[in-house]
């Protein structure tokens, strides 16, 4: 029996950077991975896949609704092609997998591909094309999570659905109706509103991303209505029901009334659950909570010392690079060393356009802290730069401490958020206050201008531009 410093179950973005983490500090080690390619959901039917079609649809709307803005005339009929479409998607996947294949083979990590459970702490059997069994004196639990669904929903994945199969549709829903209106019902929505679809979204909540910013919820808000998309808040969903090809969904308003809506496709998108299925922690002497999660400490240590789990099967956010960071800590715990973890400063990310972007506190949860702070807000309108590109909707804005002016949360939606939170989260990591952003030099004409002149509103209202 082959035996390791390490063995990490499961190879997504938690579990193949720890691997990479490991080898890198001078450790034997194992990845088990029960599909045939690796990289987990976030490669293969979740980060990437998504973000190349929100790509594809993105140039979709510009060419049909923004070129002639730009002075540029296509003749006769744009048109999508949602087969090739796909099948780009599915080579940006391809790559991208491989590319993990690649990292493994240069780290000197050893792949099995089959399911992993646990023997005890320190076996796995794997069942599958590398079956048989391994020994680690330190196993790493990376299992991630599955679409979680209400209990009332049969998904027969062909018209009820999750993000998975709306992955790779073959046709473009006439109406789809979106159950959550979270980040995966927006990204996954105004793909398809993008292509043509008349977009339904029932949430249960008084808001969009009910977790984020309330401005936020506000602004994309409006974006969707804009594209005529119904946004049903404050709706629950009782029953879906499918008919042929039809699909009806029955959910209660506010007033107790039953709502119907009848579409050709229905995305459930409520959230997702841990997932453990066929690990056998509990031979390991591994504890699963209520809520399905493997249970750690501080160290992301289980209740068997020598296992570890990260990821979306442990408590906190459910995002790839929470995942990753949880990667390397354990890797550089069991290497002896004291890493350390802010998930405070772990930013969010939604990447419909404009993009949505937040780290730190939000407005609701200093006011439940009883914190005092202080607002400055700029509008993507004000700036030259948003102007050139014609995105000019969204805005920054900072929250800081009253008295002190360090930062305490940044929240922003307008084109190129995604890559402007990296200031704020590095801002935030060095304590800056409002006024040490304001102070340094952002390039002219840029979007991140915003951010300096947000920073410059916090700090007394001393924006130049509005
Ligand atoms: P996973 O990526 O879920 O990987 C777990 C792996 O373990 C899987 O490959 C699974 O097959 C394997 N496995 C499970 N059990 C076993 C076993 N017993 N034996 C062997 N192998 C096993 N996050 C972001 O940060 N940004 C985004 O833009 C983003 N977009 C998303 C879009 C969609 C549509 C979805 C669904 C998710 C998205 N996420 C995004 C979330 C992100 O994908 C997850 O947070 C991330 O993949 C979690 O990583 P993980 O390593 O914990 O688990
Ligand atoms: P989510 O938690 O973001 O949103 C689920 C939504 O469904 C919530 O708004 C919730 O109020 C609503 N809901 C729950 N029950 C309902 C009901 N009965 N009727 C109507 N609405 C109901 O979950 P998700 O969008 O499914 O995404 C799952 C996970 O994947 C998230 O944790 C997210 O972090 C991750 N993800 C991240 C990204 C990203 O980082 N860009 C993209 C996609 C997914």
Redesign the pocket.
Same mark, same amino acid.
């Given at each position: 029996m082959k035996s390791y410093d390490v063995a990490v179950? %499961? $190879?997504?973005?938690?579990?193949y950077v720890a691997a990479i983490r490991c080898a890198q500090l001078g450790m034997t080690t194992a990845l088990?991975?029960?599909?045939s390619t690796l990289?987990?959901?976030?490669l293969?039917?979740?980060?990437i896949?998504?973000?190349a079609l929100l790509s594809s649809s993105h140039h979709y709307e510009e060419a049909t609704k923004h070129f002639s803005d730009h002075g540029i005339d296509i003749p006769g009929e744009i048109k999508v092609n949602l087969e090739k479409m796909i099948a780009r998607k599915q080579s940006v996947v391809d790559q991208t997998t491989g590319g993990i294949d690649f990292l493994m083979k240069k780290n000197n990590i050893d792949v099995y591909e089959?399911? %992993? $459970?646990f023997i005890d702490a320190t076996h796995i059997k794997i069942e599958g094309k590398d079956a048989g069994e391994i020994e680690a004196k330190n196993i790493i639990i990376?299992?991630?999570?599955k679409?979680s669904n209400l209990p009332f929903i049969e998904l027969d994945k062909e018209r009820i659905i999750t993000?998975?199969e709306a992955?790779k549709l073959k046709e473009v829903p006439k109406h789809m109706i979106v159950i959550g209106g979270g980040?995966?019902g927006l990204?996954?929505g105004q793909v398809y509103y993008r292509l043509g679809a008349q977009v339904t979204v029932v949430e249960y909540m008084d808001r969009i991303l009910p977790t984020m910013d309330a401005g936020l919820s506000k602004e994309l808000n409006k974006v969707f209505k804009k594209a005529k998309c119904k946004m049903m808040m404050s709706h629950k969903v009782q029953s879906v029901e499918r008919k042929g090809d039809e699909v009806i969904v029955k959910a209660e308003n506010k007033k107790g009334e039953i709502v119907e809506f009848k579409g050709d496709y229905c995305l459930v998108s409520v959230g997702?659950r841990p997932?453990?299925?066929?690990?056998n922690a509990e031979a390991a002497g591994v504890k699963i909570n209520e809520r399905g999660q493997v249970e750690v400490n501080e160290h992301l240590q289980t209740s068997a010392s020598n296992v570890y789990a990260?990821?979306?099967?442990v408590k906190g956010a459910?995002?790839?690079?929470?995942?990753e960071e949880e990667g390397v800590f354990v890797a550089e715990t069991i290497a002896g060393q004291k890493p350390h973890i802010d998930y405070n400063l772990i930013p969010g990310?939604v990447?419909t356009w404009p993009e949505v972007a937040a780290v730190g506190k939000t407005e609701e949860e200093l006011k439940a802290e009883k914190v005092e702070y202080k607002v400055g807000q700029f509008p993507f309108r004000a700036l030259g730069r948003a102007r050139a590109s014609g995105d000019i909707d969204g805005f920054v804005k900072i929250l800081a401490d009253k008295t002190t002016d360090e930062v305490l949360g940044v929240h922003m939606i307008g084109a190129r958020c995604a890559d402007l939170i990296a200031e704020a989260v590095t801002a935030m990591e060095f304590r800056a206050s409002a006024e040490d952003i304001s102070r340094y030099s952002h390039a002219h004409p840029t979007f991140a201008e915003a951010v300096k002149e947000a920073a410059l509103a916090a700090t007394g209202n001393r924006a130049l531009h509005v």
């Open positions: 179950i %499961g $190879s997504g973005p938690g579990g088990i991975e029960k599909y990289g987990g959901t976030c293969n039917v979740g980060c896949p998504s973000k089959g399911l %992993g $459970s990376a299992t991630g999570s679409p993000s998975t992955l980040v995966i990204e996954l997702r997932y453990t299925d066929g690990l990260i990821g979306d099967v459910m995002l790839a690079h929470k995942a990310v990447y």
